[in-house]
């Protein structure tokens, strides 16, 4: 017998039609979804509801607590893996903050839908089933947490939403997905080399901002935001670049103890100190910021977040 707990969380995939034909987020409940999914006999599916709600509602001290009860479940070692059902708009980044603080073995698997149980054409039960299967898939252990969707599973580091409406709503650009199930059959093609794992030492995780550079952005703009975060994450242009404009209110940051790392704009590809002027990768690592390498902004503010919560080097830790 393979033996999954199910969190639930909301989101689409536990949605109802009202009568003006909209979907109504979170209705739904995990005992509801398994209903349906029509599951094996031997695969025991124990559901825990968590949340009920549109994912870009939830919050930061919703992932401690999910992180909190998926530790309490791993205590059992009956268990195989964890399915968390979530809203698709936040979804990569619940994976991901899971996947850096997790240490267990066992899969963590996340999925969702783009369209509602009710209606047509949807993806919500052929989701569900196959993130059970592949959250009871001993070939899985050791991935940490990933993303199930449309027949495919991807790494939580780097799986993206890639269309607001098509099922075929997640990817993961220029890195592929680690395997696919396929008549219910689990078949994993590569697994992560190395996971990075971080102990929380606080109780809560620190507020830090994304700042999508552009061109002609003025420094006051910048200065506004750093007024309120504890740390920055810039998504610059190209190998990672920002106006000179933006360089004053970065330096005084830095000074100030927030820590700044730079990301990319471009889908693929590196932050690299491949130009040597004011405002570029090269200069902005002189004076301080920490190059994310191949992060997209989102993934790095929650990569700092854990970070920082952890007490370790933010430099050091996107070296890992």
């Known amino acids: 017998m393979r033996r999954v707990v199910l969190f639930t969380t909301g989101g689409t995939i536990a949605s109802t039609m009202n009568e003006g034909g909209k979907l109504v987020a979170g209705e739904l409940t995990g005992e509801q979804l398994t209903a349906i999914c029509q599951l094996p006999e031997d695969i025991h599916v124990t559901v825990r509801s968590i949340l009920q709600k549109p994912s870009v509602h939830i919050t930061v001290e919703d992932w401690l607590l999910l992180k909190k009860e998926i530790a309490c479940v791993f205590q059992d070692e009956t268990v195989d893996g964890v399915v968390v059902t979530h809203g698709t708009d936040t979804l990569e980044e619940t994976a991901y903050f899971l996947d850096l603080t997790n240490r267990d073995e066992r899969p963590i698997i996340v999925t969702g839908s783009q369209r509602g149980p009710e209606q047509v054409g949807t993806d919500a039960v052929l989701n569900l089933r196959h993130a059970i299967y592949a959250a009871s898939e001993h070939d899985l252990r050791g991935i940490g947490a990933a993303v199930v969707f449309n027949e495919r599973i991807f790494a939580a580091r780097y799986v993206k939403k890639e269309h607001a409406s098509n099922i ?153």
Not at 242 to 249: E, I, K, R, T, Y
């Open 168 to 320: 075929q709503g997640f990817n993961a650009f220029g890195f592929g997905y680690l395997g696919i199930i396929d008549n219910d059959v689990i078949f994993t093609y590569q697994k992560p080399i190395k996971r990075a794992y971080f102990s929380l030492k606080a109780n809560c995780l620190p507020e830090i901002g994304i700042a999508k550079v552009y061109l002609g952005m003025r420094t006051h703009t910048l200065q506004a935001m750093l007024q309120t975060v504890d740390g920055l994450v810039l998504e610059g242009v190209g190998r990672g670049q920002v106006p000179p404009a933006l360089v004053a209110p970065i330096e005084e940051a830095i000074a100030a103890g927030k820590p700044v790392v730079m990301t990319t704009s471009s889908e693929e590809g590196k932050v690299y100190p491949t130009y040597e002027y004011e405002g570029s990768a090269h200069h902005l690592a002189k004076i301080g910021v920490v190059l994310g390498g191949d992060y997209d902004s989102k993934k790095a503010r929650i990569k700092m977040m854990v970070l920082l919560a952890a007490h370790m080097s933010v430099a050091k830790g996107f070296h890992m």
